[in-house]
Nanobody, 121 residues
């Protein structure tokens, strides 16, 4: 089983910054794409950013350069640096990972429990 545990969510003022972390643990052969999604109250879950094992990234258009995703493959950890936060960024942020538990098995998708980010004065 693969567990994804997020941390770093908090209450922050508009214009502030936060860094989210997500650690992948458990038994797996390899973890491939990792990413961040978010879900605001009353809205569906949407992609924030994702990153491959080679460092290739994909961002949602609304990021406008404010967020940066990175990963440490040795630590099985993915990060999301969020700057210039706006009230509209308030949401639960979920970590997502695609992993193969054993060689030859299919790649499955895993989700963390989420971490709350609230942007308010």
């Amino acid at each position: 089983q693969v567990q994804l545990v997020e941390s770093g969510g908090d209450l922050v003022q508009p214009g502030g910054s936060l860094r989210l972390s997500c650690l992948a643990s458990g038994s797996f052969f390899e973890i491939y794409m990792m990413g961040w999604y978010r879900q605001a109250p009353g809205k569906g879950r949407e992609l924030v950013a994702r990153i491959g094992t080679d460092g290739g990234t994909d961002y949602a258009d609304y990021m406008k350069g404010r967020f940066t995703i990175s990963r440490d493959n040795h630590k099985n950890t993915v990060y999301l640096q969020m700057n210039s936060l706006e009230p509209e960024d308030t949401a639960v942020y979920y970590c997502n990972g695609e992993a193969r538990r054993n060689r030859g098995e299919p790649v499955l998708t895993y989700w963390g429990q989420g971490t709350q980010v609230t942007v308010s004065s």
